[in-house]
């Protein structure tokens, strides 16, 4: 974590990187100081230097944080640095929008019921609306709630629709959930992507059902390489990494977008170097890599160095080498924890920064 703001400015010039990127990283790393009754808050913040586009946080809540908000204003320790709006509790909700409104996210089965991984925040998270969308009637209710609220009368306009859960009783269910869920938004005129994340799809049976998917996408909630026993529930833990080799290259086979999720600050760098590059050939797609933020509840879960944010400007440089001579890249949608926000490398990324 940064001590001054300054270092902001040594920082970009040792390793390269814009500014705003390191704030993000590191305001990702530190967590927040907010006087709320909560683990976890959300916001959007506009800047006061560098790009002047809006951006989307959740944060952990962290008192011992030199960034804190004080009547709309973001500050470090004294120091205004941006602008902030739509300040709330960060729920766990049922759905929720990215990509400018055309991405749709649905938690078929709420993920506060989701326990086991040490890093994992959701099942201490506030819910509001929560819906087993599993349940036929539900889910029929729910598409025509979400396109009352919105004016809608079709999906035509939707770029993806995201199944983003791991609490389905077994690989059997999220097949068929999926597939139902294919056979609902094809009727509402929806062509564009139904994309899982999770792990509980892990044969080539399963896989080779969801082929009657036009546009499927498998992210693949592997979260780290090594000592999976130790930050894993079992019944995630035992989906081991060579099985998860195996799916993925039957996956990209079957035409799927394929990646794979990763949380850095969990292991130390050798270990994730060694991993990306075992991976980069089983993904035709960019990794969701997310940076682990530590709760009050959770300190002592980082890798000993991963205090350092030289630690994540520095895994950000070993997964850019890695991944540079392809045609895969970091979507800024897709996570608003990310190592990249406004540039991969030397190139500026363009797309969309905010999640609704």
């Known amino acids: ?12 010039k040792r390793f390269n990187i814009v500014t705003e990127d390191i704030l993000f990283i590191d305001i ?3 967590g927040i100081n907010v006087d709320i009754n909560t683990d976890r808050i959300r916001f959007y913040v506009k800047l006061l230097f560098g790009h002047q586009g809006k ?13 804190h908000i004080k009547n709309s204003i973001l500050y470090f320790e004294n120091e205004c640095i941006g602008e902030v709006s739509k300040f709330e509790i960060d729920f766990c909700d049922t759905y929720y929008m990215r990509r400018n409104g055309t991405v749709l996210n649905i938690n078929p ?3 506060i019921n989701c326990k086991g991984c040490k890093f994992c925040y959701t099942s201490h998270q506030k819910y509001r609306n929560a819906i087993d969308l599993t349940v036929k009637d539900n ?3 729910f598409f025509k709630d979400w396109m009352d609220t ?12 995201a199944i983003v859960s791991g609490c389905f009783p077994n690989e059997n269910t999220v097949v068929d959930f999926i597939l139902r869920l294919n056979d609902k938004v094809k009727k509402l005129n929806f062509n564009g992507q139904i994309f899982y994340l999770g792990s509980q799809i892990q044969t080539f049976k399963a896989l080779k059902k969801l082929s009657e998917i036009s546009n499927f996408a498998y992210c693949i909630t592997l979260e780290c390489f090594n000592d999976r026993d130790s930050f894993l529930k079992k019944s995630k833990s035992k989906f081991s990494v060579e099985q998860i080799k195996k799916v993925m290259k039957q996956s990209v086979e079957l035409g799927y977008r394929t990646n794979f999720t990763y949380i850095v600050g969990l292991e130390n760098l ?9 991976f980069i050939q089983y993904t035709n797609s960019f990794p969701i890599i997310n940076i682990f933020q530590e709760h009050q509840y959770q300190v002592g879960l980082r890798d000993n160095d991963a205090s350092n944010i030289d630690f994540y400007l520095k895994a950000r440089k070993i997964i850019e080498n890695i991944y540079v001579k392809t045609n895969m890249r970091p979507q800024m949608w897709e996570v608003c924890r990310s190592l990249w926000y406004t ?5 500026i990324l363009r797309g969309q920064y905010l999640p609704e």
Request: hydrophobic content about 35%; proline content about 0%; overall charge positive.
């Open 1 to 12: 974590m940064i001590n001054y703001l300054k270092d902001l400015f040594s920082l970009s």
């Open 28 to 30: 990702n790393i530190s």
């Open 55 to 67: 951006y989307f946080c959740a944060l952990q809540v962290r008192k011992d944080s030199k960034y």
């Open 109 to 111: 089965k709420s993920r």
């Open 139 to 141: 889910l029929d209710n």
């Open 150 to 161: 919105y004016n809608v009368r079709s999906l035509e306009k939707l770029y993806q629709i």
């Open 270 to 278: 050798e270990k994730l170097q060694v991993g990306f590059m075992e």
């Open 343 to 347: 540039t991969f490398a030397d190139e």
